[in-house]
């Protein structure tokens, strides 16, 4: 299976501040039909994940543009600027080039 | 609007089956593929199983492979998942998902005697 490892593991930032999130997959996520499935979610405390980014670096539907992601291959980050209180939970990556799909093991981000 | 509203968790002895259902709203459910993702209490996400659009395909993780079974009902737009020989690792929030873009609310299974 695929590994993807998430760093940090938690994250304190300030309100208005920038921060980022790397994940690193075991193997390389670039598909046969030349794509690369990767995702960044955000799951509020006590909610369902959202999807926040798909292929790497696209915003899903109603995301705001703070949220960016960006990489390549193995290497993935997601940063977030201008941080509000709506963005505080946990991030997780997830890839979806290789069966089983698999996710990370989350980021918490939480204020300063 | 996409709605996903799991129902039939609850708590449930070793060894035994439970039924989740998933009713789908807001979106053609029979042009997308489906699939099962659960969370164990203060764990992270795990897939479980997809399915294709029309059934034809099914895909599980190894640890469930042989006990559950995705399906789904495209006119009535409802998904499932029958789970047999539950085990105490299985217990979870379970949450369907639109190939990833929507969730629904989740429904709590707890495998304990």
């Known amino acids: 299976d695929v590994v993807m490892t998430q760093t940090p593991v938690s994250l304190s930032v300030s309100l208005g501040g920038q921060t980022s999130i790397s994940c690193r997959s075991s193997q390389s996520l670039v598909h046969s039909d030349g794509n690369t499935y990767l995702y960044w979610y955000l799951q509020k405390p006590g909610q369902s994940p959202q999807l926040l980014i798909y292929k790497v670096s696209n915003r899903f539907s109603g995301v705001p543009d703070r949220f960016s992601g960006s990489g390549s291959g193995t290497d993935f980050t997601l940063k977030i600027s201008r941080v509000e209180p709506e963005d505080l939970g946990v991030y997780y990556c997830?890839?979806?080039?290789?069966?089983?799909?698999?996710f990370g093991g989350g980021t918490k981000l939480e204020l300063k | 609007e996409v709605q996903l509203v799991e129902s039939g968790g609850g708590l449930v002895q070793p060894g035994r089956s439970m039924k989740l259902s998933c009713a789908a709203s807001?979106?053609?459910?029979?042009?997308?593929?489906m699939a099962w993702v659960r969370q164990a209490p203060t764990k992270g996400l795990e897939w479980v199983a997809t399915?294709?659009?029309?059934?034809?395909?099914?895909y599980y993780r190894d640890s469930v492979k042989g006990r559950f079974t995705i399906s789904r009902d495209n006119a009535k737009s409802t998904l499932y998942l029958q789970m047999n020989s539950l085990r105490s690792e299985d217990t979870a929030t379970y949450y369907c998902?639109?190939?990833?873009?929507?969730w629904g609310q989740g429904v709590m299974v707890t495998v304990s005697s």
């Open positions: 998902t639109l190939t990833g873009s929507s």
């Open positions: 807001g979106f053609t459910f029979s042009n997308y593929g």
């Open positions: 997830y890839q979806g080039t290789h069966y089983p799909p698999t």
């Open positions: 399915i294709s659009y029309d059934g034809s395909s099914t």
